[in-house]
């Protein structure tokens, strides 16, 4: 959906999961027969909040020499936003911040692309990055 939106689509999801009511169809409800949601309804819930943060790259996975391409997605009216991007190990603990401050987000419906970075050199394992926005 993050990729979708960075193109100009509204949103759309498309055969969330398998299975489930409409099984055999590309009509996949966000929620299973029994009302459970599936993935995709959370994916849901995270995109059409009013503003929020990722990166601008789709991958699912960095390497040591990718940079974070950070942007805000904004839908509703023009606000100013503070944003905190974490390295995290497996853990939770932090590993490195970077953090843009006052940030000027358009009205509407938005995507403003941040410069990109770097974290610091870290040794080989599994990290998480995790993107706050502050009002």
């Known amino acids: 959906m993050k990729k979708q939106i960075l193109i100009g689509y509204d949103g759309f999801s498309w055969c969330s999961l398998e299975s489930g009511s409409n099984m055999f169809t590309y009509q996949k409800p966000l929620t299973d027969p029994f009302g459970v949601p599936k993935l995709a309804y959370y994916a849901n819930q995270s995109v059409f909040k009013p503003v929020w943060a990722g990166s601008g790259n ?44 006052n940030i000027q987000v ?8 941040l410069d990109g970075f770097r974290f610091k050199t870290v040794p080989d394992g599994c990290y998480f990055i995790m993107y706050t926005v502050k009002e």
């Open 106 to 113: 358009d009205g509407g419906r938005t995507v403003l692309k």
């Open 58 to 101: 789709v991958d699912v996975v960095y390497g040591p020499g990718d940079r974070i391409a950070p942007v805000l997605f904004n839908l509703g009216q023009p606000r100013t936003v503070d944003l905190t991007i974490e390295l995290k190990n497996d853990k939770g603990k932090r590993i490195d911040r970077k953090v843009f401050k």
